[in-house]
């Protein structure tokens, strides 16, 4: 059995849209989808694991990779660098793996550019209200930053009609399921499948 190289679902949201939790679930419950890790310059917050979360490099660093020709997109997100490497996909890809990119939009438009099969998902919240009651979080920011990221997550969410899927994140599970259905389609593609059944389609029609 011939397989074809693993598909790549780029996830973008604004922050409060459960993005990160959806991913996880995907990861845990759908066999053959990993993440690929991002490079990034932002500091490390308690529980980020170097190599798992993120591979956290120093701007000087970072930007030696820029010059390499390392990175497939990368963004200035909310004054960080962030960027995924063609080694980071390369590596899922390897173990013939489907490859989740969890970046912002400006990251989703240069992959789309330079790889147009890539499947786009936007993640958005399901009311203005349930965002801000996530990003308010535990209650203990200023006014001033919760106003902030609110305005970072709505310009964020202008670049919806850019993505080729849109999941409302409202239930967990409807979500979570909607969005394996998006790669239970994607794997069913003609192509891919021809590939993966080659020799039973050789006997079919050969
Ligand atoms: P955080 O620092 O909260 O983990 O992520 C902040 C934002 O950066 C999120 O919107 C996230 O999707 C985005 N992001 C994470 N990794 C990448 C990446 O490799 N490239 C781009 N363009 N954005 C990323």
Redesign the pocket.
Known sequence: MTTAKGAIFV?????GAG??SLVKRIVKDVSGITV?V???T?PK?DGDVDGK??HFVERKEFEALIAAGA?V???D??G?Y???SHA?IETCQAIGDDVI????????K?VKQGLPETVSVFVLPPSKQVLLERLQGRGTDSEEVIARRTAEAVD?MRHLQEADYLLVNDDFEVAFTNFTAIITAVRHGTARQMLQHKEMIDELIG
């Open positions: 996830v973008s949201a604004p922050s993005k990160t690929a991002s490079h990034t932002r917050r979360d993120y990175f997109e990368h963004a997100v909310f960080n962030y960027g995924t980071a990119l969890e970046i912002d939009w400006q990251g989703a240069q964020e």
